[in-house]
Structures are given as structure tokens and as C-alpha cells.
């Protein structure tokens, strides 16, 4: 039993790339989905699909490379099942000089530190990756 699924996925997410992996299946909930498809969006992985099955399925996540160099290369977890961070839209941090992004779980839903930033709103700081 995972405590800490966001944490396990990008866990997973940065092992299959230093171990250089085609792609990745994880377990399906609503919370990796929308991380994932952040993750893609800013092209630090691949295509983000779901695969249904029982009982709620997989996502399937293609890990991109640059040359020979995996295109993720740090992913820290902020806010932990034990210690929760909350921020404002005053100190969500820009991640290694704005060249990585920070994930952050806002009312509107989960989205980038820049995009929620540019929407006036805080909310809890999952994770920064560069």
C-alpha cells in the first residue's frame, strides 16, 4: 500500500528515466492524471494515456530523452502526507532560476506555479521538477 501516491508516481517517473525506459505504467487516480498531463504539457515526459481495466485502470507515461540525457533530472516533493506546504501567490518559488516548474494544487484545480501565479491564487505546493 502506497501513503503517498503523487510521490510514488514521480518517484517512478524519474527512476524510468535515469534507467533510461521506454515508458511507465502507473495505477490510475484523478490527482497522477492531472500531474501527468502537466508533466507532458511542459514536455518533460511524453504522451500521457489512460488504459481502462479494472477496477479504475492505468496511465501509461512515455519518458522523453534529449540525445542520450533524460529530460527530467531533479523532482522534489514539497508538500508530504505528514507535513503539508501551503503558499501564497506571493511565494510560489520559481524552480532552478525559472528553467524547471513547481505543481501546485490550487481550488481551480492542479496546475503550474507560473499559471497560478498569473491567476492570483495559492494553494498547496506539491513538487518541483527541473
Not at 479504475?56 to 505528514?82: N, Q
Not at 516548474?101 to 505546493?125: C, D, F, H, Y
Request: some cysteine; charged content about 20%; glycine content about 12%.
Amino acid at each position: 500500500m502506497v501513503n503517498d501516491p503523487i510521490g510514488d508516481l514521480l518517484i517512478q517517473i524519474k527512476n524510468a528515466s535515469m534507467a533510461r525506459k521506454p515508458s511507465i505504467e502507473v495505477p490510475h487516480s484523478r490527482v497522477k492524471m492531472a500531474v501527468a498531463k502537466i508533466l507532458s504539457e511542459e514536455g518533460y515526459v511524453g504522451e500521457v494515456t489512460h488504459i481502462q481495466g479494472q477496477p479504475s485502470g492505468t496511465i501509461r507515461i512515455a519518458m522523453r530523452y534529449s540525445g542520450d540525457a533524460p529530460v527530467i533530472t531533479g523532482v522534489k516533493r514539497m508538500s508530504k502526507p505528514g507535513l503539508r506546504v501551503y503558499v501564497n501567490r506571493a511565494v510560489i518559488p520559481t524552480v532552478v532560476g525559472g528553467m524547471g516548474i513547481a505543481i501546485v494544487s490550487t481550488p481551480q484545480g492542479i496546475m503550474t506555479g507560473n499559471v497560478a501565479r498569473k491567476k492570483g491564487i495559492g494553494g498547496e505546493l506539491l513538487c518541483t521538477i527541473w
